[in-house]
T-cell receptor, first 114, second 115 residues
Framework: AQSVTQLGSHVSVSEGALVLLRCNYS??????LFWYVQYPNQGLQLLLK??????LVKGINGFEAEFKKSETSFHLTKPSAHMSDAAEYFC????????????FGGGTRVLVKP | EPEVTQTPSHQVTQMGQEVILRCVPI?????FYWYRQILGQKVEFLVS????????KSEIFDDQFSVERPDGSNFTLKIRSTKLEDSAMYFC?????????????FGAGTRLSVL
């Protein structure tokens, strides 16, 4: 079975500082990995994905993530936080052998301080 | 931009009552999903649906749950006899083949409160 662990349920960063959200996964097959963002009272919006190919993937709003197979990690970064980045972020892995269901991590809520 | 629409945004019901949560997936999508998130817990997969049948379901999706695509646009989740522990945010998602069946687009969710 697949699993996802997000280290830190809450992260506080200053505006302009680096954002680093950690995600580790467990999968018996080559994983498809995703980061989703949820703004208050909204649905889950896809930030970026890794399927195959280049291990550094860029997403919307200046975010990027790097797939590291040896570390089973897919950490999300943004060089400079903006107030609008305050949201909850979810890492997920897709199980292609099981109806493409997504298994989510517990989420990390990001607070951006002025 | 096309989006997944869910109604209602908030549903309050009494324990033991039936509820139907409604979703309108993106129009050309072929794969449909329901997830739920109990307050303070992870988003959990419930069921996936393709070609008018369930393709995968979790252990949460027991006989009290059912899904249906009654027409060409709606996708519903029915809970036959709600329990207190069914209180959660329910998310609908859809995906197509062009983007790969693994890229799921989510609705804003329906918050179900069982009293």
């Amino acid at each position: 079975a697949q699993s996802v662990t997000q280290l830190g349920s809450h992260v506080s960063v200053s505006e302009g500082a680096l954002v680093l959200l950690r995600c580790n996964y467990s999968s018996s097959v080559p994983p498809y990995l995703f980061w989703y963002v949820q703004y208050p009272n909204q649905g889950l919006q896809l930030l970026l994905k890794y399927t195959t190919g280049a291990t550094l993937v860029k997403g919307i709003n200046g975010f990027e993530a790097e797939f590291k197979k040896s570390e089973t990690s897919f950490h999300l970064t943004k060089p400079s936080a903006h107030m609008s980045d305050a949201a909850e972020y979810f890492c997920a892995v897709s199980d292609q052998a099981a109806g493409n269901k997504l298994t989510f991590g517990g989420g990390t809520r990001v607070l951006v301080k002025p | 931009e096309p989006e997944v629409t869910q109604t209602p945004s908030h549903q309050v019901t009494q324990m033991g009552q039936e509820v139907i949560l409604r979703c309108v997936p993106i129009s050309n999508h072929l794969y449909f999903y329901w997830y739920r998130q109990i307050l303070g817990q992870k988003v959990e997969f419930l069921v996936s649906f393709y070609n008018n049948e369930i393709s995968e379901k979790s252990e949460i999706f027991d006989d009290q749950f059912s899904v249906e695509r009654p027409d060409g646009s709606n996708f519903t989740l029915k809970i036959r006899s709600t329990k207190l522990e069914d209180s959660a945010m329910y998310f609908c998602a859809s995906s197509d083949l062009a983007g790969g069946p693994y890229i799921q687009y989510f609705g804003a969710g329906t918050r179900l409160s069982v009293l």
